[in-house]
């Protein structure tokens, strides 16, 4: 079982920049596609982006589009959110979640996802 542990949260202000690592352990990481999600207070949790298993292909929410960046390290069994021009409205929990038989794509439907991390706070002031 791979189990996924977020870092990188903070507070950072209104167009700064900040990046999530997700450092997941256990068994082959290549095989899994991966996933950031985020839920802010009194919210539903939301999709952010995904990467499928070999890291060529990738989707992204469209109100993060342009500014958020996700990637991953097979050598460091790592994937990153780079986030930039952050908003207030970017303030959430962040979520990894990782899963075999999704797509980058599909991940955006959220099904049972395998796999979730603990979460990491990002918190952007205005």
């Known amino acids: 079982q791979v189990q996924l542990i977020e870092s990188g949260g903070g507070l950072v202000q209104a167009g700064g920049s900040l990046r999530l690592s997700c450092a997941a352990s256990?068994?082959?990481?290549?095989?899994?596609?991966m996933g950031w999600f985020r839920q802010a207070p009194g919210k539903e949790r939301e999709f952010v982006a995904a990467?499928?298993?070999?890291?060529?292909?990738?989707y992204y929410a469209d109100s993060v589009k342009g500014r958020f960046t996700i990637s991953r390290d097979y050598a460091k069994n790592t994937v990153y959110l780079q986030m930039n021009s952050l908003k207030p409205e970017d303030t959430a929990v962040y979520y990894c979640?990782?899963?075999?038989?999704?797509?980058?794509?599909?991940?955006?439907?959220?099904?049972?996802?395998?796999?979730w991390g603990q979460g990491t706070l990002v918190t952007v002031s205005s």
């Open positions: 256990g068994r082959t990481f290549t095989n899994y596609a």
């Open positions: 990467i499928n298993w070999s890291g060529g292909s990738t």
């Open positions: 979640a990782a899963d075999r038989w999704q797509t980058a794509f599909t991940m955006a439907t959220m099904p049972n996802l395998e796999v």
